[in-house]
């Protein structure tokens, strides 16, 4: 989340895009030179507890989406947040902020320094720091921007600007007064079990599970889920994993059976199985496609 400033005081900006030592996994990307005026600097890291995020400010937006491990306590400014998992920090330019006590045990992250306002200059952005408790949704757009960050593919530079654009729409939502209103037009079951998905796809959710949830009968809501949203609840699921499984490989060195087992496959055979039936490729192949 700072520019390389941690437990160990280690400072690795420009460098581009670097693994800091400590790391369970994860990189820090710098962004000053990418061709998108307003992008600083993002990443995606795995800690262990050890790690240790001292006082820092930047000039610009700071995104701070936790993705796994136990809730943190961070000091923002005058205020203190305990940020759990799918929590959201937007720190405002100038604002000191940093970690105010050590973490558990090993926690997940995603973060992005950028300049909000002159990449989404319609948005009303305000000049307080802010919080939210549930940004599942912004989930998804936060691995697409870090997808782009780390490509070596044509149109990297449309790529980042569209990917940091759409991300910074979805923080804007999410802190605009009627941020429930997106789904308004979903039933409201629906909008339920999409949200159970989204922020535990991992698990082993039959229907029968998700119909509980949502109070329907199973071939009830598998109708009405498969009407509004064009595609069934299992399936919804199975591309939520495969997203995820795409960025592990492409962002970490975790190892497939690692993957498999952290997305909530059987096994590594059934993981690479479904992993093709969606990319074309096995878990292996797109890896090292990817590092080419």
Excluded: C, K
């Excluded at 994860?26 to 990418?34: P, Q, R």
């Excluded at 720091?129 to 940004?135: E, L």
């Excluded at 921007?145 to 593919?153: S, W």
């Excluded at 698990?203 to 029968?208: A, F, G, M, V």
């Amino acid at each position: 989340m700072a520019r390389g400033v941690h437990q160990n005081g280690e400072n690795v900006h420009d460098r581009g895009v670097v693994r800091p030592a400590g790391l369970r996994a994860g990189f820090h990307a710098h962004l000053a030179g990418s061709g998108v005026p307003g992008l600083v600097h993002a990443g995606d890291q795995r800690a262990p507890s050890s790690w240790f995020i001292a006082e820092h400010r930047h000039e610009v937006w700071e995104l701070y989406l936790q993705t796994d491990g136990p809730p943190t306590r961070w000091r923002v400014g005058d205020a203190e947040y305990e940020v759990p998992p799918y929590g959201l920090l937007i720190v405002s330019p100038h604002v000191g902020h940093r970690m105010a006590r050590p973490a558990d045990t090993v926690w997940q992250f995603m973060f992005a320094a950028l300049d909000a306002p002159l990449l989404l200059p319609e948005a009303p952005w305000r000049r307080s720091p802010a919080f939210v408790a549930d940004a599942a949704s912004a989930v998804t757009p936060f691995e697409t921007f870090l997808r782009e960050v780390t490509t070596t593919r044509t149109l990297r530079v449309p790529g980042l600007r569209a990917s940091a654009q759409q991300l910074l729409v979805e923080v804007a939502r999410l802190l605009a007064p009627s941020s429930t209103a997106g789904r308004l037009l979903l039933h409201p079951a629906v909008a339920h079990v999409l949200n159970v998905l989204e922020t535990r796809y991992a698990e082993r959710l039959p229907l029968s599970a998700l119909a509980g949830e949502a109070g329907l009968s199973p071939s009830y809501l598998a109708a009405l889920f498969t009407a509004q949203l064009g595609v069934s609840p299992a399936r919804h699921q199975a591309r939520l994993r495969i997203r995820r499984a795409r960025t592990l490989l492409a962002e970490t060195d975790r190892s497939v059976t690692w993957i498999a087992a952290e997305l909530g496959f059987s096994s590594p055979q059934h993981f690479a199985t479904a992993f093709r039936s969606h990319t074309g490729a096995t878990p292996r192949e797109f890896r090292a496609a990817g590092r080419r």
